[in-house]
């Protein structure tokens, strides 16, 4: 049998589609039926994610509802990259890292939601500022040190509250950030 | 930093041309399977792999997704330089521009999990570069300015993690990564800020499936912040009883506290699977048995196989030799068949673009070539 669109090939690809109570065969050549969208996946091979957290953020895809924000919000736009945050409620994907703050005031909500949390536990990048790199060292020890109050495990809060001294003192001392490419 | 490594010439290699067909194959098989398949790790009868990502992006550049062509060439320019400056770092690293190559060796890539099926189908410079053992890369240009991927055989997460993180301190030697005090490292999809990392498992869990207890842990694993897919990324095509687990979380939590608690919930479920293989095997040893000796039956002697078939019969052929059943393959052989039999690969293999039907054709002739070596 020869494909019904390209008149040319073999039809290797044969399907039927019922819409409405319609119903339609086709048999087409493998580019062909490509080219139609017929070998995708069903489901379109994957979840879109973007779509996901648009719908999240109070957008729909497609963008007809961003009534759905507040208009004051949908309009922010960040000045180095130009996305807007309606943009980004649509791709799901943030322009620039000057996004974070010009979206700043939308997002503590979108965290929540995605990772039940605002701030940042881990690594911190060498070259940071030392002094940041103290600040959050030192505001972890307080959470384990409340921790170690409350267990009453008090010989290893005294040490905990000595580190924090040290920290403490070497931040007032101050320190020095490097300088790289980018 | 090789730039051109002849491994990963593709199979637009002029030089091919003077060899033999069968030279030419036996050359891009190699390239297939390499030797991180045939690495056993610990738990590998039941984890695959384990792989560790970290997003980064180099301050003051718009992200890949929204920049212009000319912005992307910039940062792979910048990255080259960056690779270049820490040279001994890298001397056992291969540079491939993502644009030189063909779309078929970019599935190749896909399939052996070293580029995103994003980074395939979007990859204006882009780059991989890729440490000759296959385990480290660094992707440039995907959906962030820089992805270093660790992915070890077994169950390694710590490893995993620490040998990206050391690739990640190399790399900020030269570069300043975009990084905010509260929010960490900053990336183009809200749900990899903070640590940036993704620390992913790949799982063989063929007796939860055949004792149907599959979907009540999938349904736990989401309650404790872990999210379970297929073993080519975002969708949840679970063939070959292969699953994918990986951590949701990226801000809040430490990366060790990520990937422990992803390990600990590894070894529950690895315990798990083990649990329901005993219970198989004490229901009825002769029915475990017969169901992967047909399975080889057919890898040796049927003349076409599809994708999904042949995935199916791999797994119940290793789920036979982790339970001491089958004797005479071994589990690397088996890893081998898994990436040999994908449709990219093949196609790679015979060095031209093959139809359904071909692809099918030539995937029980390599699966019966492979069985009688």
Same mark, same amino acid.
């Given at each position: 049998m020869i494909c019904e669109k390209c008149d040319k090939k073999n039809a290797t690809v044969h399907f039927t589609k019922i819409i409405h109570g319609k119903k339609t065969e086709w048999h087409l050549c493998e580019s062909c039926a490509r080219e139609k969208g017929e *070998?995708?996946?069903?489901? $379109? $091979?994957?979840?879109?994610l973007h779509q996901f957290f648009s719908e999240m953020m109070g957008f729909m895809p497609g $963008? %007809?509802?961003? &009534?759905?924000?507040p208009q004051a919000q949908t309009g922010v736009q960040c %000045? /180095? /990259?130009? *996305?807007t945050y309606a943009q980004f409620g649509q791709i799901g994907r943030f322009g620039c890292e000057n996004c974070y703050e010009a979206f700043a005031k939308c997002l503590p909500a979108l965290f929540r939601k995605l990772?039940?949390?605002? &701030?940042h536990r881990g690594k911190i990048p060498l070259r940071t500022d030392k002094g940041v790199k103290l600040r959050k060292d030192i505001a972890l020890l307080r959470e384990e040190l409340q921790r170690k109050i409350a267990e009453e495990a008090f010989e290893e809060a005294a040490a905990l509250r000595d580190r924090i001294k040290k920290l403490e003192k070497e931040r007032e001392a101050g320190g020095a950030a490097g300088e790289g490419k980018g | 930093m090789k730039e051109k490594d002849e491994r990963w010439i593709p199979e637009r290699d002029p030089s091919m041309g003077e060899h033999t067909q069968a030279g030419c194959e036996n050359r891009r098989l190699e390239k297939i399977c390499s030797k991180f398949l045939e690495g056993t790790g610990p738990e590998a009868d039941v984890v695959i792999s384990s792989r560790v990502r970290l997003a980064r992006n180099i301050r003051d550049h718009l992200f890949p997704p929204l920049a212009s062509n000319l912005q992307r060439k910039n940062i792979l320019q910048l990255c080259r330089e960056i690779l270049q400056e820490e040279e001994e770092q890298f001397s056992r690293f291969q540079f491939l521009e993502l644009d030189s190559i063909s779309g078929v060796f970019k599935q190749v890539l896909v399939e052996k999990h070293l580029i995103s099926p994003l980074m395939a189908r979007e990859n204006v410079c882009s780059a991989l570069c890729l440490r000759e053992d296959e385990t480290l890369g660094i992707m440039i240009n995907e959906e962030d300015h820089i992805h270093i991927q660790c992915m070890l055989p077994g169950l390694q997460l710590e490893q995993a993690w620490q040998e990206a993180s050391l690739l990640d301190d190399c790399l900020e030697n030269q570069a300043s990564y975009a990084f905010h005090e509260e929010l960490g490292y900053l990336t183009a999809c809200p749900t990899t800020v903070g640590t940036g990392l993704r620390a992913s498992v790949m799982l063989h869990l063929p007796a939860l499936v055949i004792t149907r207890q599959i979907n009540r842990i999938l349904f736990a694993l989401n309650k404790v912040g872990l999210v379970l897919q297929g073993i080519y990324g975002e969708s949840t095509d679970f063939t070959g009883n292969l699953f994918q687990v990986s951590n949701q979380i990226t801000l809040g939590q430490s990366e060790d506290e990520i990937w422990q608690n992803l390990y600990g919930v590894t070894r529950q479920l690895i315990n798990q699977e083990k649990k329901a293989r005993e219970h198989l095997l004490n229901e009825g040893r002769e029915r475990l048995d017969d169901r992967s000796g047909r399975a080889l039956g057919v890898m040796r002697y049927a003349r076409v196989l599809g994708v999904q078939e042949v995935m199916q019969l791999i797994s119940d052929v290793r789920l036979g030799l982790d339970l001491g *059943?089958?004797?005479?393959?071994?589990a690397g052989t088996l890893n081998k068949l898994l990436a040999l039999t994908q449709p990219g690969c093949l196609q790679y293999l015979k060095g031209r673009e093959l139809s359904a039907y071909e692809q099918d054709l030539e995937r029980a002739a390599q699966v019966q070539k492979f069985l009688d070596c």
């Open positions: *070998l995708e996946r069903p489901f $379109g $091979g994957g979840f879109p $963008g %007809s509802s961003d &009534k759905l924000l %000045s /180095c /990259c130009g *996305l990772h039940g949390s605002q &701030k | *059943l089958v004797r005479d393959i071994s």
